[in-house]
């Protein structure tokens, strides 16, 4: 029997495994009654740079749960601490930007530091999380990408279609680009630093992405998003993940990305077909669907499975992030039921060996 990091790394190469790898968005700092009761005495911020509490939620899902990957406990806003962007996480909101980003000067006075200076306690937490996994499970390191980090500066917050941003691209293409163009070089740093810090593949959440139009897409972010990801791929493997953006998926492949992360809008198999077989995918079981009867939920992962027909390439996941009232004992059932259901062939039922 393989191990969770062995499981996870072939899924990644696209070979064979005895299972499906699975893990979950948010596994740590949502619905584990242990994270809770230390946020009763910590704030999200304090967890998160104090390396040793760090690796301890990080490894929490592996051991309660069962998963083959573990994501480093810390969040997209996070590099903005270097950066002298000033913003808190408010309860029931989320981040805040005390001072939105919305002129030339302020995109001027964006600081790029190395990712030691700005986050010094991320790199001790993700060697010390390596360490303890073994071989357990992967490692998951993580950032935004470029586009959903510019929506947090820009509009201050979160939104539900980011009108703001939306305009200044189109207003202000020459800020626009400059915004983008620093954010990747800060990203690039930070992505590659927890790559040679021991995390076994990163992933970009680009959340918010699916509110921009193709053209949109492909003219303003997507050449950022390709030279990141090019810099990337050398020093470790890249998953995009999106939400919404059933309509952008054949632009995003052509980004370069090792696999694709899809929410539940768009069946699997046809995400996987877009694009392309040579990636691995990953996802995309609705997270709503964990708080369902148990029955329902089965029929669903089911599903899942069954749309990515026993293709070497699958990582088993939620389509966005675990709900904070989901049964952390439904969530290692569901685990089990995953590795328990699963497996890929070198050469799927029809499908045969050259595909
Ligand atoms: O399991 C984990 O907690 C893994 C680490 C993780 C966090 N944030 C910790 C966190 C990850 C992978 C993220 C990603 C993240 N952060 C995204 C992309 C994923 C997605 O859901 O779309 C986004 C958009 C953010 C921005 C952000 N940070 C929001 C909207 C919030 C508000 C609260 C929430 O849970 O969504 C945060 C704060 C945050 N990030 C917390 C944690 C554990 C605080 C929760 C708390 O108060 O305890």
Redesign the pocket.
């Known amino acids: 029997m393989s191990t969770g990091s062995e499981r996870l790394l072939a899924a990644t190469r696209r070979q064979p495994v005895d299972a499906t790898p699975v893990w ?7 619905s584990l009654p242990q ?2 009761s230390l ?1 009763q005495r910590f ?2 911020l304090e ?2 740079t104090n390396s040793e509490l760090c690796v301890d ?2 490894c929490l ?1 592996v051991e309660l749960l069962g998963v083959d990957a573990a ?7 996070l590099p903005l601490q270097g950066m002298g962007v000033a913003f808190e ?7 805040v930007i005390a001072d939105p980003i919305r002129s030339a000067a302020q995109v001027e006075r964006l600081r790029v530091v190395e990712a030691e200076e700005a986050t010094p306690y991320l790199f001790p937490a993700i060697r010390g999380a390596r360490d303890r996994l073994g071989a357990r499970a992967a490692l ?1 390191g ?1 950032g ?1 990408a470029p586009f ?1 980090l510019a929506c ?1 500066l820009v509009e201050g917050r ?1 939104s539900r279609d980011y009108p703001r941003v939306r305009s200044l691209i189109h207003s202000e293409p020459e800020l626009w680009e400059r915004l983008m163009g620093t954010l990747t070089e800060v990203l690039a740093r930070y992505l590659i630093a927890q790559g040679r810090a021991g995390a076994d593949v990163v ?1 970009l ?1 680009d ?2 992405i699916g509110v921009l139009d193709r053209a949109t897409f492909a003219r303003h972010v997507a050449p950022h998003l390709r030279s990141l990801i090019e810099r990337l791929r050398p020093v470790v493997p890249v998953i995009y ?1 999106s ?1 919404a953006s059933a309509h952008l998926l054949d632009l995003i492949a052509a980004t370069g990305p090792d696999g694709v992360s899809v929410d539940w809008r768009v069946p699997l198999g046809e995400a996987w077909e877009t694009v392309g077989h040579h990636r691995f995918i990953q996802g995309n079981l609705d997270p709503a669907l964990v708080l369902a009867p148990w029955p329902v939920l089965e029929e669903a992962a089911r599903a899942v499975l069954s749309e990515a027909g026993q293709r070497p390439g699958h990582v088993f996941n939620l389509g ?3 709900l ?1 009232n989901s049964d952390p004992d439904r969530l290692r059932r569901l685990v089990e039921l995953v590795h328990g259901h699963s497996g890929s062939r070198l050469d799927p039922p029809g499908t045969g060996l050259a595909d």
Request: hydrophobic letters at 45%; zero cysteines; a positive charge.
């Open positions: 979950f968005m948010r596994q740590a700092g949502r994270y809770r946020r704030s999200f967890l998160a939620i990080t899902p994501v480093v406990f810390a969040d997209i806003m996480i408010r309860e029931d909101v989320g981040p998951v993580f935004a959903t947090y979160g992933q959440f959340s918010w993940f939400t966005h992030g675990v904070p």
